[in-house]
Structure formats: structure tokens, C-alpha cells
């Protein structure tokens, strides 16, 4: 299994910026899509970023622009860089990775225990 953790929310006036960090670690794996989803108070769980192993990386629109998803492989970790901070953006955030076992070659999917994000008008 793999063990994500995340770290670096917080409070910010909007219009700050915010780095989330998230570290994957457990049996011998090999990662392939890492990503950052989030939710809000009431609201479903919604996609944010996402980064293959190769660095493909794809956004939600309203993030484009804004937040930067990135990795270090050797790390097996995955950074967002989120800048202009809006209210909107005030939601738990949740680190995900896909992975495969490279002792039992099962695949599987993990989730951080989430970070609290919180933006200030």
C-alpha cells in the first residue's frame, strides 16, 4: 500500500499564493498519475490537477492559469503551486496517486488525509 501525506495549506487573503506539498511512501511501488482534487463545504469532491510520470498535466478550468501542478519522481512527490487565491478556491484539499506494486503488480489508488485551504476575502 502507499501512504500519501500532504502538507502546507492554510489561511491566505485572496489574491495570496499557497504551496501544497504531498509525499508518497510504503511498499516498493512505482507511481504513475498523481493529482490534487478538492472539495468544498457541500459540494462534491472535484478534480484539480492532475501530472502523468512523463509530466503531461492537465487543470480545471478554473484553476488554469493560476495553480501549477509539478513532481519530483525521485521524491515521489507532487507539488501545487496555487497563486491568486480567490475565495472560491476554500476547500480541503486531497493528494491522489495511482500506482502500481512492483511486488505484486496490483494496481491501486491512494488519498491523502486532505489540507485544509482556507482564502480570505
Known amino acids: 500500500q502507499v501512504q500519501l501525506v500532504e502538507s502546507g495549506g492554510g489561511l491566505v487573503q485572496a489574491g495570496g499564493s499557497l504551496r501544497l506539498s504531498c509525499a508518497a511512501s510504503?511498499?516498493?511501488?512505482?507511481?504513475?498519475?498523481m493529482g490534487w482534487y478538492r472539495q468544498a463545504p457541500g459540494k462534491q469532491r472535484e478534480l484539480v490537477a492532475v501530472?502523468?510520470?512523463?509530466?503531461?498535466?492537465n487543470y480545471a478550468d478554473s484553476v488554469k492559469g493560476r495553480f501549477t501542478i509539478s513532481r519530483a519522481n525521485a521524491k515521489n512527490t507532487v507539488y501545487l503551486q496555487m497563486n491568486s487565491l480567490k475565495p472560491e478556491d476554500t476547500a480541503v484539499y486531497y493528494c491522489?496517486?495511482?500506482?502500481?506494486?512492483?511486488?505484486?503488480?496490483?494496481?491501486?489508488?491512494?488519498w491523502g488525509q486532505g489540507t485544509q485551504v482556507t482564502v480570505s476575502p
Open positions: 491522489n496517486a495511482n500506482f502500481l506494486s512492483t511486488t505484486t503488480w496490483v494496481k491501486g489508488d491512494s
Open positions: 501530472i502523468s510520470s512523463l509530466g503531461s498535466t
Open positions: 510504503g511498499s516498493p511501488f512505482s507511481i504513475t498519475t
